[in-house]
Each structure stands twice: as C-alpha cells, then as structure tokens.
C-alpha cells in the first residue's frame, strides 16, 4: 500500500519486505493485499518484466491504482477477490504454484479516510466497516453489531480483539443507547464510546475510539479467520525455495503469523528468514507514525 492521491499513506516496511522475498526478474508474485499497490508498484519498479497477480475485495482501489503502472514494465492482472480464495484465484489464472507471496494487513489511508464506509471515527458515515465496496444485505456490517449483538458478546469481542480495558463498560453503553436510538453512524458510536470511559482515558495518547473501532473491523470482516486460512493456502501455493511476507498491525494478527511460521518450522516444511519480526527504523516512524505498530515476518518453503 502506498501514497494515494488525496492521501498521506506510505507503505510501511517496504525496501524490508522486497528485499526479503528474495526475488528475480522472472519471479511470479502473489500480491494478496493490493490496496494501494504500493508494494506490486516497487516490485515493477526494482524487476523489470515482472508478473503479479494482485489481489484486493475492494475494486475501487485497482482503479485508482491504474495510473501507477502505466509507464512501468511488468505483467500485473488485478482480481476482485479476498486471499483466502487465492488458491482458486491461481486456478482460474492457470497458476500452479508462485515465487513469492505478500499480506500486509494495514489499511490504506485511503480505504481510512475516504471509503464513506466508517472505518475513521474522524468522519460521520455509516457504520458498515466492510471491506466490500458494495455489500449486499447478507453481509454483516457493524451496523448489525452493535445494534443486535448482545452485552456480554460485544464485551467479549472489544476485550478479545481490542485488549480494550474498558470492554464492559462500553459494551453496557451500547446496549443502554440503543435502547433508545438505533446507533447509525460513527458519531453516534463515538459519542457512545466517550461517554462510556473515564475523562482521563479520552485524553490519552491513543483515540479512545481506536480499539472499538478496529475490533469491529476485525469482526465484520473475520479477519483473524480469514488469515489463518491466507496462511495455510498461500504455503501450499509457493514454490520450493519460495517466500511469503506477512506484516501485521495487531497483535492477534501478529500472534497467528507467529504461531503458524513455527509450526511449519517445526514440521520442516519452512525456514524462518528472520527469527525476531523485522520492526520500523525510528526514521520511518518519525515519518509515518502507523509504521510503530508494524512487524514483517518472512518465511521459505523447503
């Protein structure tokens, strides 16, 4: 992911995670996040003749990204679809295995702040918080959470995805305010949330809102299901020697890589390329402070 137009975002980590993947100019990559196409766009850059098979559930953002490859030679086909589906995207594509596999969990600025779909609590929009552009009715959204889920759930989820310390009292602020008003948007919501918890923790570094905002992101979307599954069959789609980068912002996110890389360690089916996470420079994150949450695992198929 990379800088949008009309936005500040800069893809985290990224001479780290190219330089990683060990890559060559006739190495085929599945990029499995394609967001801003920061990455796909370097690797086109750096390995002339390159292919990628880019992948992203929202279509908006490979329209956006058209732009940025159009003086650049490598073979890109763009698929509207979610990597836990890559290994029947690479069927379709008549791809039997690739080179190199990217997942860089963050959310663009851009899918941020100008989705309209209320990720930001910086905005009034919506409360759908899907990655779909378009959802149909069947979908969840966080509509649905927070007007339907019970009390005890929605304690559960903050708690559990969020390690949000005041779980209980802001899931008790939503049901009590629903009661009266179905909640509607991210203002609702927000004013819900600063109600809920104590004056000084609304004056703390991170946004009060941040934590309940990002796990009903996670929920809407199962996005800590969803990677196990992008995990599981992105190793099987590598080529022997090949390598699979995966840069997660969360600590759920970061504990499933963890675990899954040292279970194919141990059953001999990979090698670690870096034994600690590769983090952000101070450098970097003096320039772009959402790299400090940042942590780059790479692993090789053998």
Same mark, same amino acid.
């Given at each position: ?154 304690? $559960? ?6 390690? #949000?310390?005041?779980? *209980?009292? !802001?899931? /008790?602020?939503? &049901?009590? %305010? ?80 963890? $675990? ?6 141990? #059953?001999?089916?990979? *090698?670690? !390329?870096? /034994?600690?996470? &590769?983090? %952000? ?22």
């Amino acid at each position: 992911m990379t800088d949008q137009i009309g936005s500040v975002h800069r893809t985290v980590l990224l001479k780290e995670t190219i330089d990683g993947l060990n890559l060559g100019q006739k190495s085929l990559v599945l990029d499995c996040t394609f967001g801003g196409g920061g990455h796909s766009v370097e690797i086109c850059k750096r390995f002339p003749g390159i292919k990628i098979v880019a992948l992203d559930q929202d279509q908006s953002v490979f329209e956006k990204a058209q732009n940025k490859f159009k003086n650049l030679n490598c073979q890109i086909s763009f698929v509207n679809a979610n990597f836990s589906v890559l290994d029947e995207v690479l069927r379709k594509e008549n791809i039997p295995e690739v080179d190199a596999i990217i997942f860089d969990l963050g959310l663009s600025s851009d899918q941020l702040e100008n989705s309209g779909r209320g990720f930001s609590f910086m905005k009034s929009e919506p409360l759908f918080m899907t990655m779909k552009e378009n959802p149909s009715p069947e979908d969840l959204t966080a509509y649905d959470v927070v007007n339907t889920w019970s009390e005890e759930n929605l304690a $559960k989820i903050i708690y559990g995805y969020g390690e #949000e310390r005041f779980s *209980r009292r !802001i899931a /008790k602020g939503i &049901v009590e %305010a629903r009661k009266k008003a179905r909640i509607e948007n991210t203002f609702d919501l927000v004013k819900i949330i600063s109600q809920a918890v104590p004056a000084v923790y609304r004056k703390g570094r991170l946004h009060f809102a941040t934590r309940t905002f990002q796990v009903l992101r996670i929920a809407v979307n199962d996005e800590l299901g969803v990677l196990q599954m992008g995990l599981e069959k992105g190793l099987n789609a590598l080529k022997v020697n090949g390598r699979m980068s995966i840069i997660s912002f969360h600590s759920l996110e970061d504990r499933i890589a963890k $675990k899954f890389y040292k279970k194919m360690e141990k #059953e001999n089916k990979a *090698r670690l !390329i870096n /034994k600690k996470p &590769v983090i %952000a420079t101070e450098e970097e994150i003096k320039n772009n402070p959402r790299s400090r949450s940042a942590k780059l695992r790479i692993l090789e198929k053998i």
